[in-house]
C-alpha cells in the first residue's frame, strides 16, 4: 500500500468571494501526515483543479471530504472508488453526525478530528492493528454497523504538521492560503455544527508556530486564518498579532471574528498595524428576537459599534446574516438589507437558515421531527436554498425574499457609492460580482423557486380553475378543534378576512376507524347548503399528551374526504407540538383575497391575540413586503 489519495469535491457555497479559492485544511493536513509516513499522498481540491478520476481509481486508498452541502457528490464519487475495489473513507461534518448514511456509500467513516484515525485506518488495512481498535472510526462487520469508541480531542496542535499545500493538484503558490491557529468554539450559536464537531473547548496552535507557519506562507498575496473565532481568547489574539508586528510577518490578512473584537481599542490597533484587510463577522441577524433565538450573545446597538469601529480602523466588513428563523418575518429580509447598505458593508451574505446534521437546531428540532423538512436533497443544504419550514412567513416568500436583500446590496447604487464616493475600485469589483452571481443563481435556481411557489399557490390556483370560490363567506370547521387553542386563531384568522366560522358538530361514531358527522349523508347534504366548505385540520405532528385528539382530527378529515362529492373540503395540515405555521394559514387565506400581505396581517394579529408570538414590533421594518407583492399575479 502506497499511493493514497484525498478529495475535496466542489464547493456549493456561493458567495462573493467564490471565485477565489480558501481550501478547507482538512484533505491538505492528512496529506502531508501521509506523505510524512511515506506514502505517496496526493490531494484534489476540485476548487482548484478538476479530479484526474485515473489518478484517482489507480490509489491503494482514497479519502474523500464531506459536508453536508457536498455530500451527494461525495458519495458517488467514493461508490465509484468502492466499485473499483479500492477502500473508500469518508471524513468531515456531515458523516461524522451521520455516519449509518456514509456507510451506505463507503468502506469506513472517520468520525471528528480525523488525523490519528486515519493513520491507524491505514495500519489496519495493512494488517497491523485491528479495526476495533480505533477510536472514531465507523464501517461494518458482518453486516452489522460498528461505531467505535469516540477519541478524544486532540489537545496539542503542534503535533500535526504545516499543512503542505504543494500536495494539491494545480496549486500555484502566491495565492491565498489559509492558517488554523485553533479548533474548538466556547459560544453555542443553535445553528452551527463546530462545536459539535470540534468541540466548546478552544484548542490552539501556540504562537510560535503560527508565526512558523508565516514564515512558510511568506510568497502568499493573503491569508485567511480558517479558525472559527479568531479572537476567541483576547489575551493569545494580542499576543500572535504583537509578535506578528514585531517579526515583520504582516502580510494582508482576514479572518472570521466576532463583534467583541471592536470593544477593545488595543486589538483594533494591532489589526490596523498588522495589516488586517477584512473581517468576517457573524452579525446574523438585527431582529432582538431573532438574536436571543439564536442564542447570539449581541444586540443591534453592538453591532453597529462593531461596525463603526471596524471602519474606523480601516477594516473592511463582509458582514453574515442568518434569516428565516422564527422569529423572522418578511420585513426583516427587507430590514436587513437596508441596514447593511446604510452602515456601508463591503460585502454581505444572507444566508437562509440552514438545519445542518451537528447543529443544536438539528438535534433539537429537526432530528426528532419536532419541525417540518422540506427535503433530504443534501445539495440544496448550502445556505442559499430553503430548506425548512418558516414559522412567520412561506419557504417561498423566504427564498425569493432573501434573494431580493442581495440583489438589495449588490446594486448599482452600492456600487457606485463605493466606486465614486469611497474610491474603494476592490469593494466596487467584488459587488459588482455579487451582482452578476446572483443574477447567474436566478437563471440556474428558477425551477426550485417555482416549486416554492406551486406549494404556496398550488390550491387556490386548483379551486380557482375549477370555477369555484367565487364568493365563499362562511366555512364549517369541527368543533373539537375550535375548542383548540390552534382553532381559535384560526377562526380569529379567518374573522378577520370576512369569513364567517360554523362550527361542526362531531362525535363519535362506534368504530374505531373515523369520526363523522351525525346523521352522515343527510346531515352533509344540509352543511352544502350552509357553508361553501369544510376546513379539516390534518395533525402532522402531535404533542405529548394530545395523541387521542391527533387522532380524532386525522380520522375526521379521512371521513370527510370520503365524502368529498356532498361538501367540499379543504385540509390545514398543522402541527401541536411546533404550533401555527404561516404557509399551512396562507393556503386558506388566499382562497378568499388575493391579497398576501392581507392574509399575513391576519396570521400575526390572530397569533398576537392569542399570545402565540410578541408584537410585530421590528422597528426597522417597512409596511409593506419585501419577499413578494401583495397579490398574487
Not at 555 to 566: E, G, V
Not at 596 to 617: D, I
Request: with cysteine; charged share 25%; hydrophobic share 40%.
Amino acid at each position: 500500500m502506497r499511493k493514497i489519495v484525498f478529495v475535496e469535491p466542489k464547493s456549493t457555497h456561493l458567495h462573493v468571494y467564490s471565485r477565489i479559492a480558501i481550501p478547507r485544511l482538512g484533505a491538505v493536513l492528512l496529506g502531508t501526515i501521509a506523505r510524512d509516513l511515506g506514502y505517496d499522498a496526493r490531494v484534489y481540491i476540485e476548487d482548484i483543479a478538476p479530479i484526474d478520476m485515473s489518478d484517482v481509481l489507480g490509489a491503494d486508498v482514497v479519502g474523500v471530504s464531506t459536508i453536508t452541502s457536498t455530500a451527494p457528490p461525495s458519495y458517488a464519487l467514493a461508490e465509484k472508488v468502492r466499485a473499483a475495489g479500492i477502500p473508500a473513507v469518508l471524513g468531515g461534518t456531515h458523516t461524522s453526525f451521520l455516519p449509518e448514511e456514509g456507510l451506505q456509500h463507503a468502506d469506513y467513516v472517520i468520525r471528528g478530528e480525523g488525523e490519528g484515525a486515519f493513520v491507524e485506518l491505514l495500519e489496519a488495512l495493512q494488517g497491523k492493528r485491528d479495526l476495533a481498535s480505533i477510536q472514531n472510526l465507523s464501517y461494518k462487520r458482518d453486516g452489522r454497523i460498528v461505531h467505535n469508541p469516540e477519541r478524544p480531542k486532540l489537545r496539542d496542535l503542534d503535533a500535526t504538521p504545516v499543512p503542505d499545500f504543494g500536495l494539491v493538484e494545480g496549486w500555484k503558490p502566491g495565492g491565498i492560503v489559509s492558517i488554523a491557529t485553533s479548533r474548538g468554539c466556547p459560544f453555542s450559536c443553535t445553528f452551527c455544527s463546530v462545536p459539535g464537531m470540534y468541540g466548546h473547548a478552544f484548542r490552539t496552535h501556540s504562537v510560535d508556530r503560527v508565526l512558523t507557519e508565516l514564515r512558510h506562507r511568506k510568497d502568499a498575496s493573503y491569508i485567511f486564518f480558517a479558525d472559527d473565532i479568531f479572537n476567541a481568547n483576547k489575551k493569545r489574539t494580542k499576543e500572535l498579532l504583537s509578535r506578528m508586528i514585531a517579526e515583520g510577518l504582516t502580510p494582508e490578512w482576514g479572518a472570521q471574528v466576532r463583534t467583541e473584537a471592536a470593544d477593545d481599542p488595543e486589538m483594533l490597533e494591532l489589526m490596523r498595524r498588522s495589516n488586517c484587510f477584512n473581517v468576517y463577522v457573524g452579525f446574523e441577524s438585527i431582529n432582538p428576537r431573532t438574536l436571543k433565538l439564536f442564542n447570539k450573545k449581541q444586540d443591534l446597538a453592538k453591532i453597529e459599534r462593531s461596525i463603526d469601529a471596524f471602519h474606523r480602523h480601516n477594516v473592511k466588513i463582509h458582514g453574515m446574516f442568518v434569516v428565516g428563523s422564527d422569529e423572522d418575518e418578511v420585513e426583516t429580509l427587507d430590514a436587513t438589507a437596508r441596514f447593511a447598505v446604510r452602515h456601508g458593508l463591503e460585502s454581505v451574505q444572507f444566508m437562509i437558515l440552514t438545519p445542518c446534521p451537528g447543529s443544536p437546531d438539528w438535534e433539537n428540532l429537526y432530528a426528532r421531527g419536532g419541525k417540518d423538512i422540506l427535503t433530504k436533497d443534501w445539495s440544496l443544504y448550502d445556505g442559499h436554498h430553503v430548506v425548512h419550514q418558516p414559522r412567520k412567513m412561506s419557504p417561498y416568500e423566504l427564498q425569493v425574499g432573501a434573494m431580493k436583500a442581495m440583489k438589495k446590496f449588490y446594486s448599482w447604487g452600492t456600487i457606485v457609492r463605493s466606486l465614486l464616493l469611497r474610491r474603494d475600485g476592490f469593494t466596487a469589483g467584488i459587488q459588482l460580482y455579487g451582482k452578476h452571481l446572483l443574477r447567474d443563481w436566478f437563471k440556474a435556481n428558477a425551477a426550485y423557486v417555482a416549486k416554492l411557489k406551486r406549494e404556496l399557490y398550488g390550491e387556490v390556483e386548483r379551486v380557482r380553475k375549477a370555477g369555484e370560490a367565487k364568493a365563499w363567506k362562511r366555512v364549517a370547521v369541527p368543533d373539537m378543534f375550535l375548542q383548540h387553542q390552534l382553532g381559535g386563531m384560526l377562526q380569529r384568522f379567518l374573522s378577520d378576512l370576512g369569513v364567517e366560522v360554523v362550527p361542526l358538530p362531531t362525535q363519535a361514531q362506534a368504530t374505531s376507524e373515523a369520526y363523522i358527522l351525525p346523521g352522515a349523508a343527510d346531515a352533509l347534504h344540509r352543511l352544502r347548503e350552509r357553508v361553501d366548505l369544510v376546513i379539516a385540520p390534518i395533525v402532522k405532528r402531535a404533542a405529548q399528551g394530545q395523541e387521542d385528539f391527533s387522532n380524532r382530527l386525522n380520522a375526521l378529515a379521512k371521513s370527510l374526504y370520503a365524502n368529498y362529492d356532498r361538501v367540499k373540503v379543504i385540509t390545514l395540515p398543522i402541527n401541536i407540538e411546533q404550533g401555527p405555521i404561516f404557509e399551512s394559514y396562507a393556503k386558506i387565506g388566499l382562497l378568499f383575497t388575493n391579497k398576501l400581505n392581507r392574509v399575513r396581517q391576519a396570521y400575526y394579529r390572530a397569533g398576537e391575540r392569542l399570545g402565540f408570538w410578541g408584537a410585530n414590533t421590528l422597528s426597522l421594518a417597512p409596511s409593506a413586503p419585501a419577499g413578494e407583492p401583495t397579490s398574487h399575479p
